[in-house]
Each structure stands twice: as C-alpha cells, then as structure tokens.
C-alpha cells in the first residue's frame, strides 16, 4: 500500500526562474519506483521523469531534476529555466517494483508568469 | 509511432444509461491500465490487464464497471446503469511490460446527467 502527499496545492515561477515541487510519500514495498508526470489542460498525463528507487543518484531529464532522499521517503521535482509551457499540473506517484498500480498525489497546479 | 489513444473524447450521457468507453493501447504494449481522475484529485486505478486477462480489478468501485480486453490490444470499459457520480476522466494508460514506464491516453471525460 502506498500514499503519497503533495503539500503545495499551487506554485508560481517566474518565466526562465527556478521552482521545486515537494512529494513526500509511504510505502510497504522494499523496492519501487518513483514518477513525476505532467498533466496540461489537454488532460494528457505525460512522463517528466522516473526515479529507481535503489539507485542513490538523483534522475535528470534535460531541465527536470529530483532531489531524492529515500530514508526521508521525500522526492521532490526541481525546474530550471522554468518556460510558459511548464505550466500544468504535476502528479508524483510510486510505484512498487513488480506491481502495477499508480498511486498519485492530489497534484501542485503550476503557473508560470511571463 | 502512435500513441494511447481513447475514444470518444467526451461524452454526455443520462442517469440510468449504458456507457462504453474504448483504449487502444500503443502496439506491442502487453500491460494495459485504466484509471478514473474525479475533479480536483490525481488518477485512481481501476483494473490492469496483462495481455487478455484482468490481472488485479480490485480498483473497479462496484459490479457496474467491466472491462474486457479480447485480443490483449484495445481495452473497453463498460459502465451500467450510469449513476452522477460516475462523472470523471477515464484514463487509459500501457506499458511494454508490467515494469516499464505507463504512458497515457488522453482521456474521456464523462458526465453524467
């Protein structure tokens, strides 16, 4: 079982500034895995980036980056260069190793200010 | 190539009425998820599919949902007796296998009248 807690229901950026999004979470699983998705007004969930959780180095996908800390049970999404097509909700979600369910957080609705 | 794709995008239906929404999933795809996302909340699971079969629908929240997935590519999810609270987005997701990445359909949204 797994719960997952987004505690910023809205962040704001300014364009080409920098902005972490925090996920705490609880899981029973010894081996999971971790995901930020986007999801844009198109409602089109889509992958910002993936995180193993026995790997100790941090994921990083082109400006996106995670700051995760695992005995904490913290994984949070770092945007640099925030651009206006960042703007979306973003969902954090685990997910147990060999299982297959998704469990996302409420999500943190992020505007980005020209 | 293609991605997840779902049909209709939309749609409008009355309380009481039989409704079935469509996932066809990317080719080669063999996991096959579908979630529901009410308003203002992150998508829940309802039910996973390995190939053919219902691996775990432990997710669909009573005996008026059904999924079927016949020759383990579209999925179709079949909702009786439509009742207001079934309003939501529908999402479809699929994975190359149970482990990998799940990448998204875009989604019905249902509403119920």
């Known amino acids: 079982a797994q719960t997952v807690t987004q505690s910023q229901p809205e962040m704001s950026v300014q364009e080409a500034e920098t902005v972490t999004l925090s996920c705490t979470y609880d899981?029973?699983?010894?081996?999971?895995?971790l995901f930020w998705y986007k999801q844009p007004p198109s409602r089109q969930m889509i992958l910002v980036i993936r995180?193993?959780?026995?790997?100790?180095q941090n994921a990083t996908e082109n400006r996106f980056s995670v700051n995760f800390q695992k005995a904490a049970k913290s994984f949070s999404l770092k945007i640099s260069d925030s651009q206006l097509g960042d703007a979306a909700m973003y969902f954090c979600?685990?997910?147990?190793?060999?299982?297959?369910?998704?469990?996302f957080g409420k999500g943190t609705k992020l505007s980005v200010i020209p | 190539g293609a991605g997840v794709s779902q049909t209709p995008s939309n749609k409008v239906t009355e309380k009481g009425k039989y409704v079935e929404l469509r996932c066809d999933p990317i080719s080669g795809h063999t996991a096959l998820y579908w979630y529901r996302q009410s308003l203002g909340q992150g998508p829940e699971f309802l039910i996973y599919f390995q190939g053919t079969g219902a691996a775990d629908d432990s997710g669909l929240p009573n005996d008026r949902f059904f999924a079927v997935r016949p020759e383990g590519s579209v999925s179709t999810l079949k909702i009786q007796r439509t009742e207001r609270g079934d309003s939501a987005v529908y999402l479809c997701?699929?994975?190359?296998?149970?482990?990998?990445?799940?990448?998204f359909g875009p989604g019905t949204r249902l509403t119920v009248l």
């Open positions: 997701a699929s994975s190359l296998t149970v482990t990998d990445t799940q990448y």
């Open positions: 899981t029973s699983e010894s081996d999971y895995y």
């Open positions: 995180q193993e959780a026995y790997k100790q």
């Open positions: 979600a685990p997910a147990g190793a060999g299982s297959y369910q998704l469990t």
